[in-house]
């Protein structure tokens, strides 16, 4: 070890290099998984389980209906829109294993957020849970996708029960809009017409795409990052590594309650944990804690991954206190920062430390994670997982000294081949080979890195990016707003809310008035929770707005500068 903060050292029970190229791809651990555990189960949830054999034949069949009844081809691009349920996988799974290529979407985009990411990914297919296609309705005809396929909630869990669900749902829950989608098919036909043929696998490499991730990244738009099955194999053998002395084959039930549209659930606990022959129990709704409870109460589960707002959420539900944790090994915090409290409570009431990890969409997203042998620091993420390298370095790209501050910089086989279709944005991120995150960051002696500021202005909501310029975009198209700058501040529920401060060109504009407006043309998250009135905002003297100001101003105000 020198005196930089280049460092690339792991925990005395973790290898320094694991073989990222086990896989030719996805598809062959998959294949691998599907013969090694076979009647095992692989994915349950609301009571129904599908083993490791029943998903091959169904995603199979998911393949048959892409490639054969559809017409798709190799790298065409399969958006699957859906919360946790038993369908995800299968169609996950079976796109991959027809070499396409898989867009994971939020169910709660607006439709101009779905209609942006849609044609931006040039998706050919849309996989949707009924709940949501009202909106896919909305811009039907505003995206160049040709195929539908509409799912409901309950369509595989079998028999007179997915029957019930469904009904609840739709009809007593009131829970999905109306719609009109012509000449779309349901989940359930998809899978019915592929079975009609014989599954020949689709050959892809390390090489080949497998997700588009959509992210804010660190500039402009929302964008896909593109992963490839090299990137997600690597990841996959990092994360095995990293846990494999505390996790057997076949042994372990993991509890998934973030959504596997999301990197962090979709490669630790989707695909890693597949590996390994484990049983993953999805939670469609984990914001109903009480039935979530119920569903923990269950099982004598072994590992459960989370963000913050997630465990601090459960912590604070008096019937999470009284379940069984005698079976649990692993807990891992990511997706935004693991805070003291909520680590230090943790642990006092499973007796289980709460390892905080690290990553971005754009490496796949696993970079560092505590140590899960006791030795976490908290407050820190770790060191580097295996065949990882992280610096952090000044504006130049230069190591600095240990101790000093910069920009973490990460380097390893699970970084993104870029943002698709952006090759000035890729650059914009990248120096070498070095992924250059966004974030400001310390690094100690041991290796063990800090987060203390961003350099980026996103702003993180319960581990989901916010980019203010999407969201000063909506604030502005509303009548009666002149000009918007739109900050993050801190917020005990979910690390950061998003603050806007508008000038008013119409006097008769309120708070309530620009909230809902935004509403129509963004996801929840991403609405300002708070709307400020101002006569003029800070700009450059070229006239462009200054949010550190904003944001300096507002901490003055609130007496925390």
């Known amino acids: 070890m020198n005196d930089f903060s280049w460092f690339k050292f792991y925990p005395s029970a973790v290898p320094h290099e694991v073989d990222c190229a086990a896989y030719s791809s996805v598809t062959e651990l998959f294949e691998e998984s599907v013969k090694k555990y076979g009647t095992a189960v692989a994915y349950e949830c609301m009571g129904k389980t599908l083993t490791f054999q029943e998903l091959d034949r169904l995603s199979a069949q998911f393949a048959n209906y892409l490639i054969h009844e ?8 399969v958006a699957i829109q859906m919360p946790n349920v038993l369908q995800y996988p299968v169609a996950m799974f079976g796109a991959l294993r027809a070499g396409m290529v898989v867009v994971n979407t939020n169910p709660l985009y607006t439709p101009s957020e779905m209609r942006h990411q849609f044609n931006d990914s040039g998706a050919d297919v849309v996989v949707i849970v009924a709940n949501f296609a009202s909106n896919l309705e909305k811009i039907k005809t505003e995206i160049q996708a040709k195929h539908v396929i509409v799912t409901e909630l309950g369509d595989l869990l079998g028999g007179l029960k997915g029957t019930i669900v469904n009904l609840v749902v739709k ?39 497998a997700f588009l991730q959509y992210t804010g990244g660190t500039t402009g738009v929302s964008k896909g990052a593109e992963l490839s099955h090299g990137n997600i194999v690597a990841n996959m053998q990092q994360i095995s590594a990293w846990m494999k002395p505390k996790l057997r084959e076949k042994e372990e039930i993991v509890i998934t309650a973030l959504p596997l549209y999301h990197i962090f659930a979709l490669t630790v606990n989707c695909l890693a944990m597949l590996k390994i022959g484990a049983h993953n129990v999805l939670i469609t709704n984990p914001r109903d804690m009480k039935a979530f409870i119920g569903d923990l109460a269950k099982k004598r589960f072994t590992v459960i991954t989370g963000v913050n707002t997630l465990f601090n959420g459960l912590l604070n539900q008096e019937a999470f206190g009284k379940l069984d944790f005698s079976g649990l090994k692993i807990a891992v915090g990511g997706g935004m920062a693991v805070q003291k409290a909520t680590a230090e409570k943790w642990k006092a009431v499973t007796g289980v430390p709460l390892a905080e990890g690290y990553g971005l969409t754009e490496t796949a997203p696993v970079a560092t994670c505590n140590p899960i042998d006791g030795t976490e620091r908290i407050g820190t993420i770790g060191m580097p997982l295996p065949n990882t390298e992280v610096m952090i370095a000044d504006d130049a790209g230069n190591p600095v000294a240990l101790g000093e501050r910069g920009e973490i910089l990460i380097k390893g086989p699970q970084v993104m081949r870029g943002y698709w279709n952006r090759p000035e944005e890729t650059a914009l991120v990248m120096h070498g080979d070095w992924f250059k995150s966004g974030d400001i960051g310390v690094m100690d002696a041991d290796g063990y890195t800090k987060i203390v500021d961003r350099k980026k202005e996103m702003i ?35 690390t950061e809310k998003v603050v806007a401060y508008v000038v008013k060109k119409d006097q008769a504009l309120t708070e309530e008035k620009v909230i809902e407006h935004c509403k129509e043309f963004l996801t929840n998250y991403k609405v300002p929770k708070e709307v400020y009135f101002t006569d003029e905002l800070p700009k450059t003297n070229v006239g462009k707005i200054l949010r550190r100001k904003i944001k300096e101003a507002h901490l003055e105000k609130l007496g925390l500068a």
């Open 70 to 77: 559809l017409k798709l081809s190799k790298g065409a691009r």
């Open 171 to 209: 009809h007593v829950k009131k829970m999905v809009p109306a719609y009109h989608l012509s000449g779309a098919v349901s989940f359930k036909k998809a899978l019915s017409l592929g079975a009609n043929h014989s599954f020949k696998k689709v050959a892809s490499t390390l090489n080949d795409p």
């Open 460 to 494: 993180l909501v319960s581990g989901f990016n916010v980019y203010p310029n999407e969201v000063e975009d909506a604030v502005a198209s509303c009548p009666g707003v002149l000009e918007v700058g739109v900050i993050g501040m801190p917020d005990p529920k979910s």
